[in-house]
C-alpha cells in the first residue's frame, strides 16, 4: 500500500525568508502524481502545486517550487519570499496512475507559520 | 461554476441520531470522493464512486454508508452517530487528475 510521510508537524518562517516542508512516500507504481495542498483556517483544501512522475522537470508554481527526486521518493516544497498569507496547513498527497480508485493519499501534514 | 457544494457547514448529533451529509458537484465529473480529517491525521477515504450506481469502500468505512444514484450527487449517511465520528469530512470530485474539494462539514457527536 501507498504511504505518505510528512515528518514536520510543525515549521516557522520569518517573512520574506524561504521554507521547505518536506514529504516522502512509498510506492511500487512507477506513474504517479504528487500534491502539494494548503488547507488555511478556512478549512478549504487549496491545490498548490502538481508534479506527475514520469516529468523530471521539478514543477514551479510562481514563489513554489518543489524538489522531486523520484529514486528516493522525496517530494519536497519551497516557499519563497513567505508571506504573511502563506500561514496554514499543507498537505503532501499522492496519487496512482490509472487504477480504479484514483483517489488522494494524504500525508499527516504540517502546519506553518509566518512570523511578522 | 459552483463546483463542490457540501451542506451542511456544521452540524452537532447526539449520539445515536443519524444525518445525511449532502454533496454536489456541477462538472459532470465521474470519480467522486468522501474524506474524513481528523486533528494530526490527514485525510482519510470513507467511500469513493466512478459513476453513478458505482460506489465502493475506502479505507475507513465502517458506520457510513453512500449512494450515488445521479453523476451530481453523492451523499455521505451516517446511521447511528458515534462520537469517534466527530470529524471534518469533505466531499471531492476528479476529472483526470485535478480534483476538486467541497468546503467541508464539522460534525460533532456528543
Known amino acids: 500500500a501507498q504511504t505518505v510521510t510528512q515528518s514536520q508537524p510543525e515549521m516557522s518562517v520569518q517573512e520574506a525568508e524561504t521554507v521547505t516542508l518536506s514529504c516522502t512516500y512509498d510506492t511500487s507504481e512507477s506513474d504517479y502524481y504528487l500534491f502539494w495542498y494548503k488547507q488555511p483556517p478556512s478549512r478549504q483544501m487549496i491545490l498548490v502545486i502538481r508534479q506527475e512522475a514520469y516529468k523530471q522537470q521539478n514543477a514551479t508554481e510562481n514563489r513554489f517550487s518543489v524538489n522531486f527526486q523520484k529514486a528516493a521518493k522525496s517530494f519536497s516544497l519551497k516557499i519563497s519570499d513567505s508571506q504573511l498569507g502563506d500561514a496554514a496547513m499543507y498537505f503532501c498527497?499522492?496519487?496512482?496512475?490509472?487504477?480504479?480508485?484514483?483517489?488522494?493519499?494524504f500525508g499527516k501534514g504540517t502546519k506553518l507559520s509566518v512570523k511578522p | 461554476n459552483a463546483g463542490v457544494t457540501q451542506t451542511p457547514k456544521f452540524r452537532i448529533l447526539k449520539i445515536g441520531q443519524s444525518m445525511t451529509l449532502q454533496c454536489t458537484q456541477d462538472?459532470?465529473?465521474?470519480?467522486m470522493y468522501w474524506y474524513r480529517q481528523d486533528p494530526g491525521m490527514g485525510l482519510k477515504l470513507i467511500y469513493y464512486?466512478?459513476?453513478?450506481?458505482?460506489?465502493d469502500k475506502g479505507e475507513v468505512p465502517n458506520g457510513y454508508n453512500v449512494s450515488r444514484s445521479t453523476t451530481e450527487d453523492f451523499p455521505l449517511r451516517l446511521e447511528l452517530a458515534a462520537p469517534s465520528q466527530t470529524s471534518v469530512y469533505f466531499c471531492a470530485s476528479r476529472l483526470n487528475y485535478g480534483y476538486t474539494f467541497g468546503s467541508g462539514t464539522r460534525l460533532t457527536v456528543v
Open positions: 462538472m459532470n465529473h465521474n470519480y
Open positions: 498527497a499522492y496519487s496512482r496512475y490509472g487504477g480504479s480508485q484514483g483517489n488522494l493519499i
Open positions: 464512486s466512478v459513476g453513478a450506481g458505482i460506489t
